[in-house]
């Protein structure tokens, strides 16, 4: 029996032992050699995979499981004396992972956009080429949603004004644009006269800046606000509204300066107006037993005040057109036509003068339609009647002033074909109005882009 108590006190004491090497492991991490080595190596395991000069995209999972096992070790075995150098170098190197991690992450994030923008960007110049239409609106406003600051936005602006343009003024007619393109151009001119840049001014056959127009800038203005001033007075029907814009196209270094459209629409709106008051002035003249009044002589002088800024603008309409070649008879022959009935309505039935004025127009400023129109001073008309001696004589001063008021101006609808066409069509109401005309530059100028031009050149983060 002794010696089985002896092996069983035996047992017990290498039990007890053991056990008092497990509480030491236990309460010492510190002396947990194995624990220690096995997350030693997670650290070093994920960190080399990191220095083999793999892409920093497939690095991100490794380095983050690299920082998270560095860190483990620093808190479980920051107070241990013997592992002070390594929990040093992990203090220095964990803030440099992690610095990695986000740089790779930014890097990943931005080569995915860019890869994005890129498709994004090949997606719209395909569709502005490929006269895609509806392509190139809806690529167009995902591209400005990125771009709307930079130069890119400015081009892509352009190129989007400019697309609903042209489809404002095919031969039949596709409004479907109309108030995209009139905003776009509107923020075209916003962005050009606060003094955005760009190399070329648009993209494509809608590029501004060209052999003819070095000056892109101004070629654009002039076209941005002839496209607002086109589309309002034509399909929007908005023409007093659209006179600024029109005007602003003639002054500007542009090919839109030479464009005979621009001066009669804006005459056109003049006699039209004058018109309207004439109605005006008749029913006065009316009540007043067809006899003129001051308020009637009045609205006559503001109707021919009205006609000399419309003989003005018709001058300059003829004058551009007549001296272009390329400019049909009928369209030339019918400015003349409404030129004289303007001339003889001012002068009283007199067209004397009326060579004269048209050569010598265009060396004076051209009006701004949005200033107030001057009225001419009328005098009444006096009618004598003699019935055999002076005193027999009797005046009637308020007879009605002679006046032949033109008609209104023929409905006409011209515009450049395209951006890339100097060839306009005119549709009209009147037979005695023109079929073709053309808005090439007297001086040889051509529309803002030719096609067939070679794409512009692809640079780094645009098109």
Not at 34 to 53: H, S
Not at 178 to 203: M, P, R
Not at 365 to 371: A, L, V, W
Not at 421 to 436: D, F, R
């Amino acid at each position: 029996m002794k010696t089985i108590s002896k092996v069983l006190m035996c047992g017990v004491m290498l039990t007890a032992s053991s056990a008092v090497t497990t509480n030491v492991y236990a309460q010492d991490p510190c002396a947990d050699v194995d624990a220690k080595t096995a997350l030693y190596a997670k650290y070093t395991t994920n960190y080399e995979v990191i220095t083999k000069g793999k892409p920093a995209i497939e690095t991100i999972t490794e380095r983050k499981a690299a920082v998270e096992a560095g860190k483990e070790y620093m808190s479980k075995y920051g107070a241990c004396k013997d592992d002070t150098a390594q929990i040093d170098y992990f203090k220095k190197a964990i803030p440099d992972l992690e610095k990695g991690i986000k740089d790779a992450e930014k890097a990943a994030t931005d080569a995915a956009g860019a890869a994005a923008k890129d498709k994004l960007f090949k997606s719209f110049d395909t569709a502005v080429r490929g006269n895609k239409t509806d392509e190139v609106f809806s690529t167009g406003k995902e591209v400005l949603a990125q771009e709307t600051n930079s130069p890119i936005g400015l081009d892509v602006t352009l190129v989007l004004a400019s697309v609903g343009f042209d489809q404002a003024s095919l031969k039949t007619p596709n409004n479907t644009f109309n108030n995209d393109a009139v905003n776009y151009a509107k923020a075209a001119i916003q962005k050009l006269e606060a003094g955005k840049t760009s190399e070329n001014f648009g993209a494509y056959q809608y590029q501004y800046k060209n052999k003819e127009f070095a000056d892109g800038k101004n070629n654009a203005l002039g076209w941005m606000n002839y496209t607002v001033g086109y589309i309002m007075y034509n399909r929007q029907n908005q023409k007093k509204e659209a006179l600024p814009y029109l005007y602003k196209s003639t002054q500007l270094n542009s090919a839109t300066k030479n464009f005979p459209e621009s001066y009669r629409q804006i005459g056109a709106w003049y006699l039209d107006d004058a018109i309207r008051i004439d109605t005006e002035r008749t029913e006065k003249q009316k009540v007043a037993g067809n006899k003129d009044t001051e308020e009637t002589l009045a609205l006559l002088g503001t109707q021919k005040g009205l006609a000399d800024r419309a003989i003005d603008a018709y001058a300059r309409a003829y004058k551009i057109a007549s001296a272009s070649p390329q400019t049909a008879k009928e369209y030339k022959d019918a400015l003349y036509t409404k030129l004289k009935e303007l001339y003889a309505f001012r002068y009283d039935g007199k067209t004397d003068g009326i060579d004269a004025f048209v050569a010598g127009v265009m060396s004076k400023p051209m009006p701004d339609p949005t200033t107030t129109v001057t009225p001419v001073t009328v005098t009444p008309a006096v009618t004598t009647t003699t019935t055999g001696s002076a005193s027999d004589s009797t005046t009637n001063p308020g007879a009605p002033a002679a006046s032949t008021m033109p008609k209104a101006s023929a409905a006409t609808d011209a515009a450049p074909s395209s951006r890339a066409s100097g060839t306009t069509t005119v549709k009209s109401n009147n037979s005695s109005n023109v079929a073709t005309a053309t808005k090439a530059a007297a001086n040889g100028a051509t529309p803002a882009a030719t096609k067939g031009k070679k794409p512009v050149t692809k640079k780094k983060g645009t098109r």
